[in-house]
């Protein structure tokens, strides 16, 4: 029995006229009745009552149809998803993201994917950009938003979003007040900074802001992410060379301040695992290289 001997036999069940049912069908008539013969052969039981007046079902076949539809329904079904999913359109996606980005390209980037692409579900962690190394060299994760730079053979990074960096004061720091810092006023303050394993590009840029400004920063306080960073600021524990979109944290008790002379801007990057075939990942890198297209 093959998928087109059900397809004949839906078609003549919905006209009850062999002749019309082959001109559906797009086939002469008699090669269509010795097909359905033949499918009843195989079945052990008549399909149609069929006089020279009409064809009439007979009740093994008003079952059989029901049940064939059914059948041909879930065909259909398993086509549409398969269609889907090789579009990218279909799936889970995970997705790994350092804390600072939700303050500047992640929630667009989340909002135009769901609206265009809403088939396909997103997990989120929040992860540090050596986390998410670890978790795409695993398998656990698909796509990710660091801080490079990455020197990895196996993952591709590029650029999505650019800013630069501000000085975080607590809201009573004598500097306060000012339009611009100059980071050299800043030598003799404690800095609240993450580890160094967890972004080192970000983390060298820093130290060598403050090196070429003619001191090497005192940290007093590390924490891992950035928003705990500014909390400790505005917790009057030090001041913090952050990424301005930081700034969207609002975080009472905290003022930033413009570096003077503006300093490099920092980058966040998507990375993602080299010769990636996931139609859903490689839907998720267009939209968002969409949504950076100026």
């Excluded at 049912?21 to 797009?26: C, K, M, N, T, V």
């Excluded at 050596?130 to 796509?143: A, I, K, P, T, Y």
């Excluded at 403050?210 to 590390?222: K, N, T, V, Y």
Aim: proline share 6%; aromatic share 6%; hydrophobic share 45%.
């Amino acid at each position: 029995m093959e998928l087109r001997h059900l397809r004949y036999f839906v078609t003549v069940a919905e006209e009850l006229h062999f002749g019309r049912a082959a001109e559906r069908l797009h086939i002469a008539q008699p090669p269509l009745s010795q097909q359905i013969r033949q499918l009843e052969a195989e079945l052990g039981f008549e399909l149609f009552h069929r006089t020279k007046r009409n064809v009439q079902l007979t009740d093994a076949g008003q079952v059989f149809l029901g049940e064939v539809q059914q059948i041909m329904q879930q065909l259909q079904q398993a086509i549409q998803l398969g269609q889907q999913t090789s579009r990218g359109e279909l799936g889970q996606l995970i997705v790994g993201f350092v804390s600072s980005s939700a303050y500047n390209i992640l929630p667009n980037i989340l909002r135009c994917f769901r609206h265009q692409i809403p088939g396909v579900s997103l997990e989120l962690h929040e992860l540090t950009t050596d986390q998410q190394l670890e978790w795409l060299r695993s398998g656990r994760m698909d796509v990710g938003f660091i801080r490079p730079p990455v020197a990895e053979d196996t993952l591709i990074w590029e650029t999505v979003f650019q800013e630069s960096l501000m000085v975080a004061l607590p809201e009573t720091h004598h500097l306060a007040n000012q339009t611009e810092v100059d980071l050299s006023v800043l030598a003799h303050e404690p800095f609240i900074l993450f580890p160094r394993v967890l972004a080192p590009g970000l983390y060298d840029l820093i130290i060598s802001l403050c090196q070429e400004s003619g001191f090497s920063p005192h940290i007093a306080q590390e924490a891992i992410q950035m928003q705990t960073i500014i909390s400790l600021v505005a917790a009057d524990m030090g001041v913090a060379i952050a990424p301005a979109s930081l700034q969207n944290l609002q975080r009472t008790g905290v003022v930033y301040q413009q570096i003077h002379p503006p300093t490099p801007k920092v980058t966040i990057a998507m990375i993602w695992r080299k010769h990636e075939t996931s139609p859903s990942i490689q839907k998720f890198l267009q939209i968002v290289r969409q949504v950076n297209t100026p």
